[in-house]
Structure formats: structure tokens, C-alpha cells
């Protein structure tokens, strides 16, 4: 049965009592197939109806190793079988297979015998007649009774026996063929057709063969936790429900009637618990419509970033568009990051042009890194450096008011903005904005920087790092 059909419904104590019973209800009607088949097999001397009798003492076996199975398959989980005892019913289908190929061995080696090395007289009886038409009308009877509670319940095991029911339809009227080919040889005495028996017996084999190869591929996937293909894509792409963004892992297994799930999912690191709640609901009612009553566990985790990858991006990205970056700094705040950088462009570009340069490049680097807070540019010329000092404890207050009085004491109407101080142990590191004319070429724009730096290592000489993000004023863009 298909790993995404239905499983279990009802309670589990319901589910255990029917399908108790209607194990059980097989194994009374093997017993009773098996043995009016023998008796008939033995009197007429018929291989097709004694190779009947076999396969239904067969499936008598096949049947009370079901109702053992489906009986332990469903005690609960415990300290030593965590995931249940549903794997029970799996080597009980494996179990049945193998014993089903072994008896088709037997009949067609029977069969040759008796089409090319040795004559055996089949007694032909209005019971044999009788005996396989009742076989087929309880075989029929059975097939459905099982496959029904197998597809309620998602048993392999109930499934295994139903195809063995099944195939004894087919294989009945096989061998209900045979003894009418062997009735129309003696009475229009012709010969060839008293070997339909055997012939009809190599069709039942035939049936059983290939009915089992396929119980028996199946039954081997579930024991090796394997699932239909294309079936763990289907999964992945029900997943990627809003939030998400990766999934990292999904592993699925059934264990006999039983499946379950393993999920883990990757979220943007600014998602509350709450919200990481919800979207983990949402991929567990998705895989629920794929597997209705499996066992499904989602793991939320953030979409971290490390350092060095932020690094190689900013400079992937820059590369990109025939810039550089350097002098990358990363502050980690509250979950989210926020980046400060060296851009260098043309020198011959002014200050708009570089500026639309780098609001590119940004909005590139928001879409590749997640939970970036701040993007502080400092715009320079290809090729020209900065320096980093090192830095001893100044007063916080009289940086920031020396920065905002840059436009009186450098006579430059810069607009200073958005000034950010971060303490990194002893050390203060400073970034701001500065508005500019957007006519001002870049040339000119990191001459004033670098006053403006000057200007402020002059006021707090030991200030360790200085990022001056410059702009075009409002009235300019």
C-alpha cells in the first residue's frame, strides 16, 4: 500500500479488534480450504488441485503468522522499540513471501515431471468441480474482507494476506480450466489435453510468482525505511510553507502500519516563538495531507549566517558590479546584524552616481543576508585605503556632538545623520551618514571624509574606527 494512502483511523483498541478478527476469520478459511482441497488433490490425483492445497496450507500459515503479527505490530512503544512494533508486520509480509516462492518451486518442478518424465492419471469427480468453485466463492469473500480492513488500518501485513486470497481466485480458475481441458480429453480422447493439468498447475505458479516478487520488493522497502519515488520531494515542496526559508532536512519512515516523520526547518532569525509556532503547525498539517495519521516532528531553526560567508557575499556582490569592498565589520545586536563597509568606485563618478552604485548594492546584499538591521557604506575611490587605530575609552556624548557640529567647523553642509556608536570592549567605533550634493564628484566627496575623519580624531584622537556613509541631500534625489 502506497506510503501517502491513509493510516490508522479510529481508536487503537478498535483498530486491534478488527483486525484480530478478521485475521482470524482467514485462518478458519484456510484451514477449511486446505483441507477439502487436500482430500479432493488426493483422491483424484490432480497436481493442479493438490498444488491448490498446498498453496492454501500455505496461506494457513501465512494467515496465523498475520494474526501473531498484527496482534505484537500493535503493543505500544516502549524503552527499547521507541518507534513501536510495527516492523512486525513487515517481516510478517516478507515472511509469507518467501514461504509462497518456496512452494512454487516445489510445483513446477512437479509439473515438469509430469509433462515430460512421468504419467499420473488424474481421476476426474464432480467434488473436484465442486471444491474449487467453493474455494473461489471464500477466497473472493476473504480478498475483500482483508484488503477492506488492510486499506482502513494501513496494514501490510492484512494487505499480504488479501493478495494471497486473491491470487488463490486466479490460480482456482486456473486450475478449474485444467480439470475441465482433462474432462474433454477423455471423453473426445484427446491426449495432448490430459497434460492441461500440469500445464494449469505452472499457471498457478506463475500467478503466485509475480504477485509475490511484487509483495516482496514492498515488503523489503518498508524494512530498509524506503519510500515511494519522487515521494520525499513531494514532502520537501509541502513544507516550504510562508516563513520558511530552507529546508534542511526531512526523513520519513513506516514502521508496519505506522509512519512518521522527521522535519527541520530553517526561519529568519528576527521570527518570534510564536510565529516559529505557527509555521511549524502549518508544515505538520502539510505533511499530514500527504500521511492523514502519521507521527510528524518539525525543528524550527534560525538561518544563521557566519561571519566569513557575510564577508564573501559583500564581496561577491561588489565584484559583481565592477566595485571592491573592504574594511567589513559585522555587529550582532538583539538578532539581527548590522554592516559596515568600505565601497570603492570609479573616481570619476559624482556622488549620485556612486550613491545609486551603492543603493544597488545594498538591496542585493539585503536579499542575500538576512536579519541585516543597517547598511552603512563609506564611499571612497578605487584604490585609496583606510586605517583602523587602536583605541582607548572617550566620552560617547562628545563624539556625537563633535560629529554633529561637523557643518560649522568644516563650513560643508553635510547633514550628518543616523550616528551610530558601537563599544566593542574599550573601544568606540563610529559610523554616520553625511548628506552631499549630488554633484560633488567622488574625488571631492572623499576629500571631505577624510577631513571629517581628521576632524574627529583631532577631537577624540583615540576613537578606533570611523565609517562616514555619504549621500545625495533629499532635495537631490
Given at each position: ?466 565609517v562616514i556613509h555619504t549621500e545625495p541631500t533629499t532635495n537631490d534625489v
Open positions: 500500500m502506497a506510503l501517502e494512502q491513509a493510516t490508522s483511523q479510529g481508536k487503537p483498541s478498535e483498530a486491534n479488534a478488527e483486525k484480530g478478527s478478521v485475521a482470524l476469520g482467514s485462518v478458519f478459511a484456510a484451514v477449511f480450504l486446505t483441507t477439502i482441497k487436500l482430500i479432493v488433490g488426493i483422491s483424484t490425483g490432480s497436481l493442479g488441485v493438490f498444488s491448490e492445497a498446498a498453496h492454501s496450507g500455505l496461506d494457513l500459515v501465512a494467515a496465523a503468522v498475520t494474526l501473531i503479527a498484527v496482534r505484537l505490530s500493535d503493543k505500544p512503544a516502549d524503552d527499547e522499540h521507541t518507534y513501536g512494533h510495527g516492523k512486525i508486520e513487515n517481516l510478517s509480509a516478507l515472511l509469507e513471501t518467501m514461504l509462497l516462492l518456496a512452494t512454487c518451486v516445489w510445483i513446477i518442478y512437479e509439473a515438469i515431471q509430469r509433462l515430460f518424465f512421468k504419467e499420473v492419471e488424474v481421476e476426474l469427480s464432480i467434488w473436484a468441480f465442486i471444491i474449487v468453485i467453493v474455494a473461489i466463492a471464500v477466497d473472493w469473500t476473504r480478498s475483500r474482507a482483508l484488503m477492506r480492513v488492510a486499506k482502513k488500518y494501513d496494514s501490510q501485513a492484512l494487505e499480504a494476506d488479501a493478495l494471497h486470497f486473491s491470487t488463490d481466485i486466479w490460480s482456482s480458475a486456473v486450475v478449474l480450466v485444467g480439470l475441465v481441458c482433462v474432462l474433454i480429453s477423455k471423453l473426445l480422447h484427446i491426449e495432448w489435453l490430459a497434460k492441461a493439468d500440469a500445464i494449469a498447475a505452472l499457471g498457478v505458479s506463475g500467478i503466485v510468482i509475480y504477485v509475490s516478487m511484487s509483495l516482496g520488493k514492498r515488503t523489503i522497502t518498508a524494512l530498509l525505511d524506503g519510500v515511494p519515488a519522487g515521494f520525499h520531494e513531494k514532502v520537501i515542496a509541502a513544507v516550504r510553507v510562508p516563513g520558511v526559508t530552507e529546508v534542511k532536512r526531512v526523513r520519513v519512515r513506516r514502521s508496519g502500519p505506522e509512519a512518521f516523520a522527521d522535519i527541520t526547518l530553517a526561519v529568519t532569525g528576527d521570527v518570534s516563538l510564536v510565529r516559529a509556532h505557527d509555521i511549524a503547525d502549518a508544515a505538520e498539517r502539510a505533511v499530514k495531507k500527504l500521511l492523514p495519521s502519521a507521527d510528524v516532528v518539525v525543528h524550527i531553526e534560525p538561518d544563521t549566517i557566519s561571519y566569513d560567508d557575510i564577508v564573501t557575499t559583500v564581496r561577491v556582490l561588489a565584484g559583481q558590479r565592477g566595485l571592491a569592498a573592504h574594511g567589513v565589520r559585522i555587529y550582532e545586536i538583539a538578532g539581527q546584524h548590522e554592516l559596515e563597509l568600505h565601497l570603492e568606485v570609479p573616481p570619476e563618478l559624482n556622488l549620485g552616481e556612486a550613491h545609486t552604485l551603492a543603493s544597488g548594492f545594498e538591496r542585493a546584499l539585503r536579499a542575500k543576508v538576512h536579519n541585516l538591521r543597517s547598511i552603512v557604506t563609506h564611499i571612497e575611490p578605487t584604490g585609496d585605503g583606510a586605517a583602523i587605530r587602536s583605541a582607548v575609552r572617550v566620552n560617547e556624548k562628545y563624539v556625537i556632538d563633535t560629529v554633529q557640529a561637523l557643518p560649522i567647523s568644516l563650513g560643508v553642509d553635510c547633514q550628518p545623520h543616523n550616528i551610530s556608536i558601537h563599544r566593542v570592549g574599550s573601544e568606540l567605533e563610529l559610523s554616520f551618514h553625511c548628506a552631499l550634493d549630488s554633484s560633488t564628484s567622488v574625488t571631492d566627496v572623499h576629500a571631505f571624509t577624510e577631513r571629517a575623519e581628521q576632524h574627529i580624531r583631532n577631537a577624540a584622537p583615540d576613537v578606533a574606527r570611523i
